[in-house]
């Protein structure tokens, strides 16, 4: 189904709790509240904690403090990842009996021969009875197209830039592919929108729905936010956490780094947003990224 031709839009923003929240993650929240609310729908959260290994003690909380100092509130309650193990099971359980995935034994040196990428359909290396597999979708060799409302048309031969992608990791944890996609249609996602660093991710989210039998959403990709080297901020020394106590600052930046006028108004970070949201228009998103980041 064309999500334009749903009743009601419905939005996401999904925060990993791997540190505070920093400019770049409040530059994609804002700019996705603010596609929700202009289309008068939902804007929802979804705390991304399926990777225990990285997570931050505390970072969860912060974010969602975070968010709500700077009147980014949500409209259901907040999803966790971490409680929806069954969906995800369910999930791979139907690709499994569709023999649409296969366990896979095969190291980095096995593959580093193919550019580090896996084609072939099957594990090439033999199964190793001491070690768990991990599991791989198998994926045809074609080329899947989609606009982005933002960036526009795109086209991604799927087999040739990604390959057998895995969608459950050796140490048995879910691959984000997988959770976000189950995600996104468990909880009605009609358009996503976030950060162009995840745009590389559209072929193999779109292909996972069509396997899956889901809805295909809407997709918009904001410019990421880099510093004055080009790396993206949350892998940067400028990824400085955004201050919560004093909100105005960061959101006015934010809003002018995305290309939305706020104006004067705003003593508050519900009149600041209220403000840019007057007259707001998505088509005049920023497109392209800047160097460096405002400095906070």
């Keep these: ?14 925060p990993s709790p791997t540190g505070a929240l920093h400019f770049g993650s409040l530059v994609a929240a804002v700019g996705s509240w603010l596609v929700a609310r202009h289309a008068s ?13 990285r997570e931050v003690p505390g970072a969860a909380a912060g974010i969602l403090a975070a968010l709500d100092a700077f009147g980014l509130h949500a409209d259901e309650p907040v999803v966790y990842q971490s409680r929806r193990q069954a969906l995800y ?30 084609r072939d359909g099957r594990c090439v290396a033999a199964p190793d009875p001491q070690r768990p ?17 933002l960036q526009g048309p795109q086209e991604e031969n799927l087999r040739d830039v990604a390959g057998d992608f895995v969608i459950r990791r050796v140490e048995g944890l879910w691959a984000y592919q ?63 956490p955004v201050d919560p106590a004093d909100p105005l600052p960061a959101l006015r930046r934010a809003l002018a780094w ?11 970070p519900g009149a600041l ?17 800047l160097t460096p980041a405002p400095a906070l």
Aim: proline fraction near 7%; glycine fraction near 10%.
């Design 1 to 14: 189904m064309d999500p334009s031709t749903r009743t009601r839009y419905r939005g996401r923003f999904a």
């Design 41 to 53: 729908g939902d804007w929802l959260l979804r705390v991304e904690d399926i990777d225990p290994p």
């Design 89 to 118: 099971e369910s999930a791979f359980e139907r690709l499994r009996e569709a023999g649409e995935v296969f366990p896979c034994w095969c190291s980095r040196a096995d593959l580093a021969p193919h550019g580090g990428i896996h």
């Design 133 to 149: 597999p991990a599991w791989r979708l198998r994926v045809p060799d074609e080329t899947l197209r989609w606009t982005d409302e």
């Design 178 to 240: 997988l959770a976000c996609v189950v995600d996104d249609a468990d909880q009605g996602i009609t358009h996503v929108v976030r950060g162009a660093d995840l745009l590389e991710s559209t072929a193999r989210q779109i292909y996972l729905q069509r396997v899956l039998g889901l809805t295909t959403p809407g997709y918009l990709h904001l410019p990421l936010v880099l510093d004055g080297e080009g790396r993206k901020l949350s892998k940067s020394a400028a990824s400085l």
């Design 258 to 268: 995305l290309g939305v006028p706020a104006g004067d108004a705003g003593d508050s």
């Design 273 to 289: 947003l209220a403000s840019a949201l007057n007259g707001f228009q998505p088509a005049a998103l920023r497109r392209s990224s």
